[in-house]
């Protein structure tokens, strides 16, 4: 019974490892590599975002995904098709000029609320900043005559 209750542990550690693994390939996979859904695609973009990425004939893609859906049905490439849809980020709208604009095109598609406290804290910023210029501007040091 002991051994039993041990084996069970085992496994679900090592599904649970392998599951990790898994998810931790395709986040980098669908983030660091650069792959975006495209913007000018017909459904969710998927297959013109690979094509792009992979520089292959977004015709010759979309072929080879519909032939594969019809002799497949549709659990294995709808469901993946469906699924890479909802995982891989859209590409940006304007092109990402150095490391910060995808820092902070990366926190704003995984967490729209920190990107928006993030530009809230710029802005912040920079009305204090504004305070005090209009302060030093004001005082008394500056008499127009």
């Not at 084996?7 to 599951?19: A, E, G, I, L």
């Not at 980098?28 to 000018?40: D, E, M």
């Not at 297959?47 to 004939?57: H, I, T, V």
């Not at 990107?115 to 900043?129: D, F, G, M, P, Y």
Request: contains cysteine.
């Amino acid at each position: 019974m002991r051994h039993h209750g041990y084996k069970q542990n085992n496994t679900f550690k090592r599904y649970k490892r392998h599951y990790t693994g898994f998810k931790d390939r395709l986040e980098t996979l669908a983030t660091s590599k650069g792959i975006y859904r495209s913007r000018r695609g017909i459904f969710m973009g998927v297959c013109r975002g690979l094509a792009e990425y992979f520089n292959f004939s977004v015709f010759w893609l979309r072929t080879i995904t519909l032939v594969l859906f019809l002799f497949t049905g549709f659990w294995p490439v709808g469901v993946m098709y469906i699924v890479a849809g909802l995982i891989v980020k859209m590409e940006p709208v304007s092109p990402l000029r150095d490391e910060s604009d995808q820092e902070f095109y990366d926190t704003y598609t995984h967490s729209k609320q920190s990107a928006v406290q993030r530009i809230k804290r710029k802005l912040e910023n920079i009305e204090r900043r504004i305070q005090r210029m209009e302060h030093t501007v004001t005082s008394r040091e500056f008499d127009w005559k």
